[in-house]
């Protein structure tokens, strides 16, 4: 990746590009350093280290650069927008005229698909900020109190979102790569000086074993090789496609094949998963359990993100989520048409159904291998929390799977503004 970037900087067009992104980095980063007013910033991160690190609102935190945890201009971060993309990308299947919208409707279709995204996120955003707001005023965290002041908070956290958008917005059509892509790799990236700071600072204090620690470095380092080699896999089926005369001309008899991802979805499985098995420990974060029974005690246990039956809550909606979105991707009949109509075939399979069956085959395998792998690198950060003590980890499967994807992506993105450049043609 280094390489690339290098041979890239060389390269004035592209370094205006890199320069551009970075810019629109630094805002984003100074954004994230202005609190919102009327806000009781100490109070609230001390709040939300005691009672929410854990919840999913951890996982909001992490996501934001842990602006969400200190009330600043950005604090909802671009959730706001993924969700909206999510639903969207959900209602498109359940309604038909979207549906027509996103895939006859070519680029006016997509315009209008983007301009009801902005419109959701900024929908969400209000949404997100009330309930934000809601959560100050009940704990005490606000310095004034009132209607207007309120409406302050509200505003200045919806605009802080669809502002985050727009700076995404310019990245995708100015920069390098996936504006919204980048900036959720630069929120989870900031994070990484403070881990790394605790994790010293637990081993000089001898808060964690000197093996714990090490077991945390290898571990990490192992899961960014996994996931690097599970992202780049892909099954490969063998299309041929039959000769046919046209006039003096005969066209077909290629042979290609189509790509089946092994991760076919990035990580909104577990975005959703975590979402719903963090549910139960964000509702009693806001409740008061101190007065509860034995039984009340056990159900704040068992709930708990760092426990057994969390992770294996966890693993199986993760498995669960990985099956439906393979189902919402990819449709088998339709490809196996697109096959058909266009003289292709999978050599040992007749058009059709056969053919479409075998991919449909194929497909439930392959999310098979996908879903327990993103089960196991989910899955296993909590066990290794619960070793070393250090809680932060427990969200940290997802934070590398973005981090490596988003890395993964800009250098091909990069690498193929490259080759465009330095392709020669057939006239030279």
Known sequence: MFTVVRNAWKIPELRKKLLFTLFILLIYRAGNA?????????????????SLSNTVLGLYNAMSGNAFSRATVFALSIQPYINASIILQLLCIAIPALER???DGGE???????????????????????AYTVMLRNYNLLTENGFVYYAVIVLTFTAGS??????????????????????LFASIISRVPSMVST?????????????????????????????VFVTEAERRLPVQYAKRVVGRKMY????????????????LHIIFAQS????????????????????GKFFVKVTEPTGAVYAVFYFLLIIAFSYFYAAVQYN??????????????????????????????????????????????????????GISGLSSLSIGGTSIIIVVGVALETTKAMEAQMMMRHYKGFLE
Request: charged share 10%; aromatic share 10%.
């Open 34 to 50: 202005i609190p919102v007013p009327y806000v009781d910033v100490a109070a609230l991160g001390q709040y939300f280290q005691e």
């Open 101 to 103: 919208l996103s895939k």
């Open 162 to 183: 669809v502002f985050l958008m727009w700076l995404g917005e310019q990245i995708t059509e100015f920069g390098i790569g996936n504006g919204i892509s980048i900036i």
């Open 276 to 295: 719903i098995a963090s549910l139960p420990a964000t509702i009693l974060a806001f409740c008061n359990t101190t007065n509860w029974g034995s039984f």
């Open 199 to 227: 994790m010293v600072t637990n081993l000089v204090n001898g808060g964690i074993a000197w093996y714990a620690a090490l077991l945390v470095i290898v571990g990490a380092l192992l899961l960014i090789a996994l996931i």
């Open 332 to 385: 088998p009949i339709e490809i196996a048409n697109n096959l058909k109509k266009n003289g292709g075939f999978i050599p040992g399979f007749r058009p059709g159904r056969p053919t479409a069956d075998f991919i449909q085959k194929v497909i439930m395998k392959i999310t098979l291998f996908g879903a327990l792998y993103l089960g196991v690198v989910a899955v296993l950060p909590i066990i290794v929390s």
């Open 252 to 267: 077909g008899g290629q042979s290609t094949h189509l790509p089946i991802k092994v991760n076919m979805s990035g990580v």
């Open 108 to 130: 006016e279709g997509r315009r209008k698909i983007a301009a009801i995204t902005r419109y959701a996120t900024l929908g969400l955003g209000l949404l997100m900020g009330v």
